[in-house]
DNA sequence: TTGTAAGCGTTATCAT
DNA sequence: ATGATAACGCTTACAA
């Protein structure tokens, strides 16, 4: 068997189908995209061309005649974590049904992810933004190139579409919760500033205190969204001794688990000694060691809406700027100290 | 101030920076490519004009003319979980460094599938196909119309590249510790024809059970990768009554999860009354009520190898294949029998 | 050193 | 109903 050359594995071109059918480039294109009329007998011998080249349309070329890529892309700034897998699966997923292509780009904060969000813009027909990735000025700079923009989880900006989820309602109830149980000295684990969605928890938190008549008794110790992070948090809010938390108010379930883990290496005991909380329900949380009080929020249908909303800005060419909140829900376990459930399982469906 | 027009909007062209700067089209492309020499004062005018118009090349022109797409994908059947994310995480940031974008693609088990990935394949340099995705056919398809293609976990097939992981020495050595606890009815949970993965992790077991003189006392526990899977297989296997297993080795963490959780809703203990094991080693395991003993792999680093492969056979036009095993670790931690450790923590670093 | 012009593979507008 | 042909925006011989 002879090898095939690089010339005879190339996709034939529009032109050599045209050729072998006997017509021209037009009826060929005409043909394959089922667009207007074209007489039987002539669609039969383009269409047995076309079937005996194999022919596949460039993209490339399609794209460049056409005017559109048939992508969108979203950008993160870390893919490690639960969070940023769903919600691009959800993206994904919607944008696989809209026939859309997906290019993703983690920033991971490096100085280069400006260029690299421009460079992306380039290839796509519209972009999600994450919180964390880039900063507004870049949002506007792509805005007025004209390219469709979803921000994720953080405040509009310059009329962009965004999509966040709900926080100051369920932090402050999560927050009233633990107070119900008496605690007086919480500690807020996370990264008020850091993010929109942290910065809202935090207010939320505030807000419990002021409604119980409770002064915070720390400011929030500052850490980013990993396991490791939350650990280093907690051992320094754990130092203080006899003043130390008797809660801590995890930003995410990450950050819980390094809590958890921390506590457990100090030898202090969740939650009789501790409480712990979380954000988002990971999968894992409800098989803790201390079966995880958090919020959930429905990290799918976030990466879904994105994508709704870019394909609707695309396909419609709508400007007036979109602003969705999801709502999230309140999940209560054991290890704010309430008393471990039965089972949340029962039998399998 | 007047609002911007389509027109108005559009990024300018190669033909209007020439213009502006008196000069040709060809050297402005050799200007911005910065290949060529170029006499010092031409490129000062030249690079003057693309600042001030703001000059970005067009990426599908480039691309059509160039022929290439500087943008690799990666084919996945599912993302719900820790291993894809991971996977995923590891070949973005290789590939990212290596200036490539990275289009993604999730097929689960439709039947559009394969139109999908022949479509994703057009507008890619290469492609990472995972396993349970799409069949050998159309990877010989791909390598047919001369698409360099990486395989993941999954057995090469036509002389593509693979990247897998060892399964059978470490499901060997896990269910041989297993055994060594005193277990006599072991459960596998996991569909060994549905993965190559899986298929080695269950012929690592019966060869542990050879090694020990030991028959298996059950056929696997067929289910997918989820914690729902595993939770419903589990309760297949634990209805077994007096005759149920008193280990159970499941083929992910998840799976695993889902085991404990229906043992916890049986009210049968862990592991006193049955040892559970997983495969992954998911960041939550060491968290879990029952620290799961499990096996870890390189999950970053399955996808780091897999970009790297690609990028080589992009570059190069290697046509050998290679062949990439990565290593994996066993960890022992307690739901498998073993006392728990004090602490695998320590200190923040 | 710089310019001319021929691709690259489509789509889409006119004619016919 | 079909065919010419001009875009689309770039790279790259080949000339000058």
Known sequence: ????????????????????????????????????RVAPPT????????????YRPSRL????????????????????????????????????????????????????AVDQVLDLADRVDGLVLMSQTVDDTVVDELRRRGVPIV??????????????????????????????????????????????DVGERWEGFLAAHRSAGLA??????????????????AFAALIAGAHRPTAVVAANDEIALGVLGAARDAGIET?????????????????????????RQPMLDIGRRAAALLHEQITTGRSEPRREVLPTELVVRSSCGCIAPKSEGGVPR
């Open 216 to 233: 915070p008794a720390f400011g929030p110790f500052t850490c980013g969204f990993r396991e490791e992070d939350g650990r280093e948090a």
């Open 151 to 196: 921000l994720l989880a953080r405040p509009p900006v310059g009329g962009a579409d965004s999509v966040a989820t709900e926080n100051r309602r369920s932090a402050r109830a999560l927050v009233t919760h633990l107070i119900g149980h008496g605690h007086e000295r919480l500690a807020f684990v996370g990264d008020p500033a850091g993010s929109a």
């Open 271 to 295: 939650p009789s000694e501790l409480a712990v909380t979380g954000w988002d329900d990971i999968p894992a949380a409800r098989h803790l060691m201390s079966p995880l009080t958090t919020v």
């Open 1 to 36: 068997m002879k090898a095939l050359t690089r010339a005879d594995r190339r996709s034939p071109t529009i032109y050599e189908v045209a050729k072998r059918a006997g017509v021209s480039i037009a009826t060929v294109s005409r043909v394959h995209r089922r667009a207007e």
């Open 43 to 54: 669609r039969d011998r383009v269409e047995r061309a076309i079937e005996e080249l194999a």
């Open 61 to 112: 070329g399609r794209s460049l005649a056409h005017g559109s890529h048939d992508a969108i892309g979203i950008v993160f700034p870390d893919l490690s974590g639960p969070y940023y897998s769903a919600v691009i699966l959800g993206y994904e997923e919607t944008s696989a049904a809209q026939g859309r292509s997906v290019l993703i780009l983690g920033t991971h904060r490096r100085p280069r």
